[in-house]
């Protein structure tokens, strides 16, 4: 995963510096994109297919939400139910976002 592990740190570095982004932001999309990259266990930017982002999609769909991940965007949730849809989408945009670039 070494190339995969330049690509974020490289991609962190630009947000944080050239992008001028918060440090807490910084902190989420490293969060999102290491969750993405240990579910996929890519070693390289080529292997990321829409295969491969629809099956990590679908997991979070079907993924019981954590007790901190009931109270994002400020709505409640049960203990054990499936992750909200706004969770599930930032998570898939920090990774098109990073992809992307």
Do not use: C
């Not at 630009?14 to 902190?27: C, F, G, H, V």
């Not at 099956?55 to 939400?65: C, E, M, T, Y």
């Not at 989408?89 to 990073?98: D, I």
């Amino acid at each position: 995963m070494a190339e995969v592990a330049k690509l974020l740190t490289d991609y962190l570095d630009y947000l944080e510096i050239e992008k001028n982004r918060s440090p807490k932001t910084r902190e989420n999309y490293e969060r999102y994109l290491k969750e993405f990259l240990r579910f996929t266990n890519i070693k390289t930017s080529q292997q990321i297919t829409e295969d491969v982002v629809r099956k990590f999609r679908l997991d979070l769909a079907h993924r019981p939400a954590t007790p901190k991940q009931t109270h994002v965007g400020g709505s409640t949730g049960a203990h054990g139910q499936p992750i909200k849809k706004i969770t599930q989408n930032k998570k898939y945009k920090f990774n098109a976002k990073f992809w992307s670039n």
